[in-house]
């Protein structure tokens, strides 16, 4: 079997990520491992979560991979940089990508980031945008109810919508012409987001952004698949399947989604 | 140092049965673990959340208690019986509490409960209640999004009610005259859920009952504290104590709480 493009994500929130690259890339194999025994990262202390990093990237390299996305915003702003020191394979986050996409973006030059708690507590946005352009203004705020609302699949009704508005107000005066999606789950709060924000912002979905940073790598590298049929896709997770397959066949629309469990780490 | 009593929850829940229980005897030492490295077990299977179960009293054993409060509606649901067959000490969970009140308070004999998705999927309720009461009716309910608002903070607003009404409109037309707050975080949106559910249904507050039983069966078995002064608290976190202490102190008024972290099982 030819090398697989290893994802791994603290969950379900990941397959936003794999959606993208399955559309860029059909015939790629893809091994996707949601660490749903230790699910949500984004509470937890950058010490825990780049553990967990290290241990998901073992358990991928096991099986064989070419490329590892860290399609996980939370593990991507605290320990990127650990994980492609001790493992020296093409390595991609969601950050970086989605915070060129921003600086690309935006005319105003001020851009929000939305994200979960450990997300934004990092600074991690801000320092990748700051890095691109240092003349960009950053607005960034933690929304830690949109999760809990796209897996309890509540995301185009009034709840999601009077939570958006509660959340979003925090713009109003900033001049941010440029949202970042911080987080793989807030895709599916996009339409909400976008009725609550208004059609003046452009809302920055990091899955797109990472997708087509992936494409460009393995190009470069000369490593793509060999361009015939449909990849293999694997899905991997730390606990008992069922809710994962539930919800991810809302996220994938696949209603065939079947996913294994296995031990990573102390899990 | 006189025993403690030793109470473990996935996270900071169990801290409004802590807090009854500071109450009730305040003499008595009370160790409390929060799982928080590995919360929230409401979304985790049976088996994950047992493992959880045996490696947290494993380490509170360690710390020297005279008797085990399983203050997790998850643990106790799915866990309660392993937990008790393999470690023979006192141990009392919310659950059976909580249904006694409910049987006992219940006229139209048909009884509502609400807690996270594994605990409702365990069906440990309905089989409480049920083993008490066979004629007592029980419809029960999953309600996902009322740990996030309580952690959020968000107990008493626009949302909570919204997501409140969303939710409990399952209740029509059902009969029930109580509902069983099925879960730790639920106390805390207690005002919200009354004005909801309106004041002729009776809510059931687990961690009231729970500190009533601790406190008989340390009476029936001579275990009480010496009644003198204050007893001794000690916070102990799987992941690092910052976010605990934070909304721990919104739990318990106690602007002073400090925890230490500690390694449980794998974490």
Redesign the interface.
């Known amino acids: 079997m030819q090398k697989a493009i290893g994802i791994f994500d603290s969950g379900i929130g990941g397959l936003t990520v794999l959606k993208e690259i399955v559309a860029k890339l059909p015939d790629e194999n893809i091994i996707y491992l949601g660490d ?4 949500p990262y984004g ?3 950058a ?2 979560v780049t553990r967990y990093s290290f241990e998901n990237t073992q358990f991928l390299l096991a099986q064989e991979i070419k490329m590892l996305v860290v399609a996980c915003n939370t593990a991507s702003a605290v320990s990127l940089e650990a994980v492609k020191k001790e493992f020296p394979l093409p390595i991609i986050g969601v950050l970086d990508p989605g915070a060129r996409a921003a600086v690309r973006t935006t005319r105003s030059r001020t851009v929000g980031v939305i994200g979960t ?1 450990a997300t934004i507590r990092s600074g991690a946005y801000e320092k990748a945008i700051k890095k691109l352009a240092p003349d960009v203004h950053v607005h960034s705020l933690a929304c ?2 949109f ?3 796209a ?2 699949g ?1 995301t185009d ?3 999601a919508e ?2 958006a508005r ?1 959340y979003l107000a925090s713009f109003q005066d900033t001049g941010i012409d440029t949202l970042v999606l911080g987080c793989t789950h807030y895709p599916l709060l996009k339409t909400v987001i976008n009725k609550v924000i208004g059609p003046g912002i452009a809302l920055i979905d990091s899955a797109t952004e990472t997708a087509k940073e992936v494409a460009d790598v393995l190009e470069k590298l000369k490593w793509r698949g060999n361009g015939i049929g449909e990849g293999i896709r694997k899905y991997y997770v730390t ?2 399947p ?2 994962f397959e539930q919800i991810g066949k809302r996220f994938l629309g696949d209603s065939m989604l079947r996913a294994e469990q296995v031990k990573v ?3």
Not at 36 to 39: F, I, L, Q
């Open positions: 749903t025994a230790r699910v509470i937890r202390s010490e825990t708690e830690p109810l999760v809990p609302l897996e309890e509540w009704n009034d709840v009077l939570v509660k606990d008992t069922a809710r780490g102390g899990v």
